[in-house]
């Protein structure tokens, strides 16, 4: 890790709980909670892939809601607006994982430039990152509203390289969804992906170039690295 100079992250599933919506998504239909989540996640990654491939962008937010009415749908659900504008907004009040907030600050102590890349719309990002109280993280908060395109295009990660003002093999690139892992590291990033549940990676002719099963071991790791080359 002797080049890595700077650390972008992914946000829905990396540094917070996509599946923390299911408390409001419980509130509103007892039972169903982790259900709806699941689907609704899901859904919404489908869609943007997908709009992605008809060239027909939406912002995140437009993604998300469409996705929570096929998921209610699917479940046989009744969803009028008032509980859909409030579930939606869930997405802007993610819980961090439990490893997030320490990991952050190692980092950030320890003088890395961080930055977040996401599919969410700047609004949106700048509202979880405020709402859980990380802002002071983050140097810079990218989003892909400017390309108009998704995760995994290859776009989205030149945005990183650009917003960073670093070459792309001096970036980490964290995330804990193999998909965009894979995709980060046929851009050429540094990759780390932090398997939490001891999965399988995908087999899209690419591997992580570390492995973590969390974002403090990672950042454990990258300053004690650090550390000891710069004492060497």
């Known amino acids: 890790m002797k080049n890595i100079q700077s650390i972008v992250f992914d946000l829905y599933g990396t540094l917070y709980d996509v599946q923390s919506v299911s408390t409001a998504c ?11 989540a699941t689907l609704w996640r899901q859904k919404q990654l489908e869609y943007t892939w997908l709009r992605s491939l008809m060239d027909r962008y939406v912002n995140f937010e437009n993604a998300t809601e469409d996705a929570l009415r096929y998921a209610c749908g699917h479940l046989g659900l ?9 579930l939606s907004d869930a997405y ?16 950030h102590d320890a003088g890395f430039p961080l930055g977040i890349i996401s599919n969410g719309s700047t609004a949106s990002i700048s509202q979880v990152v405020e709402n859980s109280g990380l802002g002071w993280a983050f140097d810079q908060l ?18 990183a390289e650009s917003r960073m003002g670093l070459p792309r093999e001096n ?7 193999a998909w965009d892992a894979t995709a980060a ?26 492995t973590a099963p969390s974002l403090q071991t990672m950042a454990d790791m990258l300053v004690e690295q ?6 060497a």
């Open 78 to 86: 009744k969803l009028d607006e008032t509980l859909h504008r409030r």
């Open 26 to 36: 419980e509130e509103a239909y007892p039972n169903m909670g982790d259900a709806i």
């Open 226 to 231: 650090h550390d000891a080359l710069r004492t």
């Open 171 to 177: 970036i980490l690139f964290v995330s804990s969804n």
């Open 142 to 159: 990218i989003s892909v509203e400017s390309v108009q395109v998704f995760k995994p295009h290859s776009k989205v990660y030149a945005l």
């Open 92 to 107: 802007l009040r993610l819980q961090p994982h439990p490893d997030t907030p320490g990991a952050l600050r190692r980092l």
């Open 185 to 210: 590291a046929h851009f050429g990033f540094p990759v780390c992906w932090v398997n939490r549940r001891n999965s399988v990676f995908d087999e899209m002719g690419t591997r992580p170039t570390y």
